[in-house]
């Protein structure tokens, strides 16, 4: 999708990036969808995707697609890592700075011109690990 400029924020535009910004949970599409629909009842599940790709593109939220898991969105828009629960599929922030070191180093070893880049960790969460104990092998 082009790059939106200059769209003025929408009363539906506000509402999603208000329930975005209300959770840390990197929610998905329908799960904004069902969050905004208690406040604007007669909003369609198309008005809310076309509004997430708009506010992505405009650089409001970020899109998080990364494997093995439904495209979710970030109200934090700058380059940070995420870290996925295996079992649950749960996303949260994790807690590193960005290396721009390794932008560095990919680039001083191919040809490409690195522009940006995503790291996804996964894992098992607490709860996950808490409801399973012994199922997984510790590591680290």
Same mark, same amino acid.
């Given at each position: 999708?082009?790059k939106?400029?200059?769209?003025?924020?929408?009363? +539906?535009?506000?509402s999603?990036?208000?329930?975005?910004?209300?959770?840390?949970a990197?929610?998905?599409?329908?799960?904004?969808?069902?969050? *905004?629909?208690?406040?604007?009842?007669?909003?369609?599940?198309?008005? *809310?995707?076309?509004?997430?790709?708009? /506010?992505?593109? +405009?650089?409001?939220?970020?899109?998080?697609?990364?494997? !093995?898991?439904?495209?979710?969105?970030?109200?934090?828009a700058?380059?940070?890592?995420?870290?996925?629960? $295996?079992?649950?599929?749960? /996303? $949260?922030?994790?807690?590193?700075? *960005?290396?721009?070191?390794?932008?560095?180093? *990919?680039?001083?070893?191919? &040809?490409?011109?690195?522009? &940006?880049?995503? $790291?996804?960790?996964? !894992?098992?969460?607490?709860?996950?690990?808490?409801?399973?104990? !012994?199922?997984?092998?510790?590591?680290v």
């Amino acid at each position: 999708m082009p790059k939106e400029r200059n769209l003025r924020m929408t009363r +539906q535009r506000q509402s999603i990036l208000e329930e975005l910004r209300k959770t840390d949970a990197h929610p998905s599409a329908d799960e904004i969808f069902g969050r *905004v629909r208690q406040q604007m009842p007669r909003i369609s599940l198309g008005t *809310v995707y076309r509004n997430l790709e708009i /506010l992505s593109a +405009q650089g409001e939220i970020q899109t998080i697609e990364m494997a !093995g898991s439904l495209k979710r969105f970030d109200a934090i828009a700058t380059n940070h890592y995420h870290i996925r629960c $295996v079992n649950c599929d749960r /996303l $949260v922030d994790a807690p590193l700075e *960005v290396s721009n070191a390794l932008e560095n180093a *990919v680039q001083a070893h191919t &040809d490409f011109q690195i522009l &940006d880049h995503k $790291v996804e960790f996964e !894992g098992l969460c607490p709860e996950c690990r808490r409801a399973k104990p !012994g199922a997984y092998p510790d590591s680290v």
